[in-house]
């Protein structure tokens, strides 16, 4: 018994009228009966192809502005019907029920709609209603019936229909199934996430749902397979960067750029910044009177991790700064735009990947970001807090000079991994730690780094000296106030809130420390 289902008749019915004629005249051409509703059937009409309206199906004119058109039995008998059963037969024959056999929808554009900030009216207005029913109908029959809802597919369809002149294969309709169905599911998710964020509620079940930008080699690691997925917000990020050379990102790349991105964007475009990113940890970052000092200065945090990492950058990139990170492996850069010379430069490096996007993401946008745990998965608000209402709570007042780096400290140290350490000195790291379960030993990390730089730089003593530091949480006990002025720390930006602030002032006052309390934390697992 053969698995084949030949195409008779097809209701194309399709918000996005790309490819819309040349997939008609190809099946009009094998003799396919055209059935369509609205636009679709006046475009179809209007290139001169014989098309059927489902008005005439159904024996009921489009009503109420188009909102019923296709919810009748006789289209959804046509869908839903299976072929080998006699009852079904009968019952289609008995009240005029015509088989349709290929299903050809898009839906109305709803996450464009939100995207674009659509009125909370024409959000609804653009909830398809009849497509996604008929899908669901046609992709629980893929045994008789082929439903196509993706514009990629139209080529795939024709190339199957070529081959079995004019039928489908079982296995084809399956995956045009599989295609379906996760349509519906995605838009489905996506009307979710916007009535929860419009009237500020927590559903009851949460989906969240995205459009495959590629496959990857593998995840993390090469025994792990993976895939990249775009959630549609328009983001100004690595999903909608455009690449200009190199081979694709894979998993890492992308989680990387994600960061580095994100974190030069606190910076705004106003002055240079770049940022150098090494296993989603910045290990260099600094603003400067041009690109390329800002990239020197970057690099001179951590020459040694700098090696083969991310590089973001708030301005579009320059060729003299191109021609400075060039002088060693980089993965990926990242910008907001790039000039010819920069581009020229690159073009020499070809296991460099340059990627440029219109503009910076908003830092402070709001945006859920979600982890998956054994059975289930966390979702919260990203940490989108900007510079607090700040308190100085030492007896000493911090310099205008101390102010300024330790606020470009907390800007790194909301990036870093916790517990996170961050030294500033002149608007450039000079010292981060990273990752440890003790506040102290970031603290301690970050002061070797430190050191571990100057001994690079040829300098006399870590830049620490005269430094303000950050800590993304507060202090638990006093040694870690300590090891900061040991180095030469002078000024100290952290949250506050431990039982033993008392003691950790005392400790700052004691060794000439100002210290600052933002009364806000960037935990960052």
């Known amino acids: 018994m053969t698995d084949l289902v030949y195409i ?5 019915s399709v918000s996005d009228k790309t490819g819309l004629l040349d997939l008609a005249r190809a099946l009009h051409a094998r003799g396919v009966e055209l059935l369509s509703t609205g636009g679709t059937a006046t475009a179809l009409r209007g290139a001169g192809l014989p098309v059927r ?13 188009g909102r019923v058109k296709t919810l009748h039995p006789n289209v959804h008998g046509g869908l839903l019907a299976l072929r080998d059963d006699d009852e079904h037969l009968l019952a289609m024959a008995a009240h005029g029920i015509e088989p349709i056999d290929l299903l050809v929808v898009n839906l109305y554009p709803f996450e464009a709609t939100v995207a674009r900030g659509g009125s909370y009216d024409d959000c609804i207005e653009n909830i398809d209603i009849g497509g996604p029913a008929m899908i669901r109908a046609a992709s629980k029959n893929h045994r008789f019936v082929n439903v196509v809802t993706d514009v990629q597919d139209y080529g795939a369809l024709l190339e199957e229909l070529e081959r079995h002149d004019g039928a489908t294969s079982f296995a084809f309709r399956q995956r045009l199934a599989l295609t379906a169905y996760s349509r519906t599911a995605a838009y489905d998710a996506a009307v979710s996430a916007w009535m929860a964020e419009t009237l500020g509620e927590v559903p009851r079940r949460r989906a969240f749902a995205g459009t495959l930008a590629s496959t990857l080699r593998y995840g993390e690691n090469p025994h792990q397979s993976a895939a990249f997925y775009t959630d549609g917000s328009g983001r100004p990020g690595v999903a909608t960067a455009k690449q200009w050379q190199g081979k694709e990102l894979s998993y890492n790349n992308i989680n990387d750029t994600d960061a580095a991105f994100e974190l030069v964007a606190e910076f705004g475009t106003e002055t240079p910044a770049v940022a150098i990113i090494k296993h989603a940890n910045p290990c260099g970052v600094a603003t400067g009177a041009t690109l390329a000092e800002a990239y020197g200065r970057a690099f001179d945090c951590d020459r040694t991790s700098a090696f083969g990492g991310i590089i973001a950058v708030n301005q579009p990139l320059d060729g003299p700064t191109a021609e400075k990170i060039s002088e060693i492996f980089t993965e990926v850069v990242i910008a ?10 690159f073009a020499k490096k070809k296991n460099l990947r340059l990627l440029t996007t219109l503009r910076l993401p908003d830092p402070t946008a709001p945006i859920l970001s979600f982890k998956q745990v054994a059975g289930g998965f966390l979702v919260q608000d990203k940490d989108t807090a900007g510079v607090p209402d700040l308190k100085v709570v030492t007896k000493r007042q911090p310099t205008e000079a101390e102010m300024a780096d330790a606020l470009v400290a907390w800007k790194v140290a909301k990036h870093v991994k916790s517990n996170a350490i961050v030294y500033v000195k002149d608007a450039a790291t000079v010292g981060i730690g990273a990752g440890q379960m003790s506040r102290v030993d970031s603290t301690r990390i970050a002061a070797r780094k430190a050191e571990d730089a100057a001994e690079v730089l040829g300098l006399a003593e870590p830049l620490t000296k005269g430094c303000s530091a950050a800590s993304d949480a507060f202090f638990p006990f006093a040694d870690g106030v300590e090891v900061l002025a040991s180095v030469g720390a002078t000024c100290v930006i952290q949250p506050g809130g431990s039982m033993r602030d008392a003691e950790v002032i005392e400790a700052a006052d004691r060794l000439g420390l100002a210290m600052i309390f933002t009364g806000q934390r960037h935990f960052r697992h």
Do not use: H, I, N, Q
């Open 8 to 12: 008779g008749r097809a209701l194309l």
């Open 53 to 65: 309206d489902v008005s005439e199906v159904t024996g009921f004119p489009e009503m109420m502005d």
């Open 336 to 345: 907001p735009g790039a000039d010819d010379a920069a581009k020229a430069v």
